[in-house]
């Protein structure tokens, strides 16, 4: 981590040490079925993609033309898109008129270039809106399955009007009827699937956003920040969870050979440290058999009143 990179760290943890989530206005949430199984870290090629997590399977399966979501931008995303849901209690939520104001709620600076922030965002977008994702429960006597299609519908307008589709739009220049509804809107838009949206706000696990926007840069310290914060909210005696285990639940790149585990050990404790620095009060040991989970502290005091 550079230097300016490694201040800019100390800053923002020391701002956000000065006032509670709830205080700040930063509580935010996130599903809790992408948190027991998680997405690609880096690209994948194939249009598959399976994490295990204990009895839990989570499978993705990618449009061809498009491919899987994978790194940081997706969970920002879903976060995102979680906490309007709780927020609104609507399953259609409002991106914005404009690409540089959504990627700021998201924290993100605009950056043009093949290879910048804006190029990226899109094609994430389009990757993760397209998905359909698979949760599997099988303890050898139980087995359940929830398919989840996060997104129904979504119109991103962040062109000139000249760019909108002709088949939404008539001869005539007015938008066709079959879309004059109460759902549509020429602010990008993105209608969450019932199955999604209900799962969100039945259930949602709250998260401090200013921790994302810290953790942005590495998707394995999101996940972990994720996972820890929702198990401290009801871990209840010590718990050791071995490496093998979180390397099927978190670590996709790494083989499940010796070497491989011990290689996603050095990973996930230096990732560990970054999490523990916005999460000072999660009680955690890393040992030789696994990571030790304490009762301690939650990172979002309860009550939480999402409802």
């Avoid at 950056?111 to 429960?137: H, V």
């Avoid at 303890?139 to 000139?160: C, F, M, Q, S």
């Avoid at 914060?229 to 005696?237: A, E, H, I, N, P």
């Avoid at 491989?260 to 990973?267: D, E, I, L, P, Q």
Wanted: hydrophobic fraction near 40%; aromatic fraction near 10%.
């Amino acid at each position: 981590m550079q230097k300016d990179t490694l201040n800019d760290f100390i800053n923002e943890i020391i701002e956000m040490e000065a006032k509670e989530a709830k205080e700040a206005g930063a509580i935010g949430y996130t599903a809790r079925s992408m948190i027991q199984a998680t997405l690609p870290h880096s690209k994948i090629e194939d249009f598959f993609f399976q994490r295990t997590n204990g009895n839990f399977r989570l499978s993705m399966t990618a449009n061809p033309e498009i491919g899987l979501p994978y790194g940081s931008i997706p969970r920002l995303i879903l976060a995102w898109m979680a906490t309007e849901a709780v927020r609104t209690k609507e399953p259609m939520l409002i991106l914005g008129n404009t690409l540089s104001s959504f990627m700021e709620k998201l924290e993100l600076v605009p950056k043009g270039g093949r290879w910048g922030t804006i190029a990226r965002l899109k094609d994430q977008i389009q990757k993760l809106f397209s998905c359909s994702i698979s949760c599997i429960y099988d303890d050898g006597k139980r087995w359940a399955i929830n398919n989840i299609k996060p997104v129904h519908k979504a119109y991103l307008w962040w062109e000139t009007d000249s760019e909108i589709p002709s088949s939404v739009v008539s001869t005539q220049g007015k938008m066709s009827t079959n879309i004059i509804n109460s759902e549509y809107t020429f602010k990008s838009t993105v209608i969450l699937t019932q199955e999604f949206f209900s799962e969100i706000v039945n259930g949602p696990v709250p998260i401090d956003m200013r921790a994302l926007k810290i953790l942005k840069r590495s998707p394995l310290a999101l996940d972990m920040y994720f996972w820890l914060t929702y198990r401290f909210s009801y871990l209840k005696k010590p718990t050791i969870i071995p490496w093998q285990v979180l390397l099927m639940q978190f670590g996709s790149k790494y083989p499940q050979t010796s070497r491989g585990v011990r290689n996603f050990k050095m990973a996930f404790i230096r990732e560990l440290k970054k999490v523990h620095l916005v999460f000072p009060a999660m009680n955690v040991d890393p040992s030789d058999k696994g990571l030790i989970l304490n009762p301690g502290k939650p990172h979002i005091p309860k009550p939480i009143n999402h409802k």
